[in-house]
């Protein structure tokens, strides 16, 4: 079962191929894990993946498992965190949208990401009020707010107080739980000149 959706991710990703090299050259292509995939499309394997649905998803533990790559469960139903200054994302700032990888639900803007410095994805500001759960946690000796998908309560990361204007916050955010889509606008450029052109 693993084995035939591996090969199906597999095989999406090789049909993408085209597209996302000429698209993203300056990605660390070298990580190909699941926030490779596209967003804005279907996930093999996740019928509750989705950019549109908003509403909930509460799925049992086993069910998530068996839907989920298996570092993103780990991230988004063990509270895992990935290692500091392994995501792709850390310093990655191309136009567009970052959708929770287990359900699809849109998170953050490209334009809320800032360089944090702490070696995880940081962003000012979710998308939406209703797009993420803050929760105290008070694990591990610490006192901190985790934050969790608003669709699908994966965990996400944690949001802290010493973030830059205009909220003063920093959500830091586990890049193994995002998917990202570029910006339409982009697309559209890159489409029509047949090269990318930074957008304004
Ligand atoms: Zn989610």
């Not at 509750?48 to 649905?53: P, R, T």
């Amino acid at each position: 079962m693993i084995r035939s959706v591996f090969i199906i991710v597999l095989a999406m990703s090789l049909q993408q191929c085209s597209y996302s090299q000429n698209n993203s050259t300056n990605n660390n292509s070298n990580k190909m894990d699941s926030t490779n995939k596209k967003a804005g499309q279907p996930k093999p394997g996740n019928p509750v993946y989705s950019n549109s649905d908003t509403s909930t998803v509460a799925l049992t533990e086993e069910e998530w498992k068996k839907i989920l790559p298996e570092e993103v469960y780990h991230i988004a139903r063990q509270k895992g965190t990935e290692r500091a200054w392994t995501s792709k994302f850390e310093s990655f700032f191309d136009k567009g949208t970052y959708y929770c990888a287990a359900c699809g639900n849109a998170l953050f803007k490209s334009d809320t990401k800032f360089e944090s410095g702490c070696g995880w994805p940081s962003f000012y500001e979710p998308i939406s009020k209703t797009s993420i759960i803050n929760t105290p946690d008070n694990s591990h000796g610490m006192v901190r707010t985790e934050v969790q998908c608003g669709r699908c309560k994966a965990h996400l990361g944690h949001v802290f107080n010493d973030g830059p204007p205009p909220t003063g916050l920093r959500y830091c955010i586990n890049g193994v739980i995002l998917d990202f889509e570029k910006a339409k606008q982009a697309e559209k450029k890159y489409n029509a000149d047949g090269k990318e052109k930074p957008s304004n």
